[in-house]
């Protein structure tokens, strides 16, 4: 039986960015923008910047369940890309503000249901 510390490996388990320009000059266009974000904060995402939201997933089975969602909710205009990455390589990401370097923030806790 696998334990859950190998299941949660660093190579395993995955974070999904997705970044997007939508339109927001119509109130349609900001209508659509706005359901966009709220579906991903609805499906576990968190804004990581303005336009780029990600989530941590603790396989790539669940990644792909998060990137499907994602993609029934796409706009009809604007760009979306969707990039999955290892935790490894994202915790490889340096941040900065301004010049000064700062820590990321550890994951959130995720809760998984069976």
Known sequence: MESYL???NQYRCMWVLVFFDLPTETFT????????RKDLLNDGFG???FS???RFCPS???AAVHIKRTKRALPKKGKVCI???TDKQFGMME??????EVPPEPPSQQLELF
């Not at 266009?29 to 966009?36: D, L, N, S």
Request: overall charge positive.
């Open 6 to 8: 190998t299941r949660l």
């Open 60 to 62: 790539r089975e669940n």
């Open 52 to 54: 780029i939201y990600s």
């Open 95 to 100: 941040l900065f503000h301004g010049q000064k």
């Open 83 to 85: 990039m999955q990455i």
């Open 47 to 49: 804004m990581f910047q």
């Open 29 to 36: 266009e900001r209508k659509h923008a706005t359901k966009f």
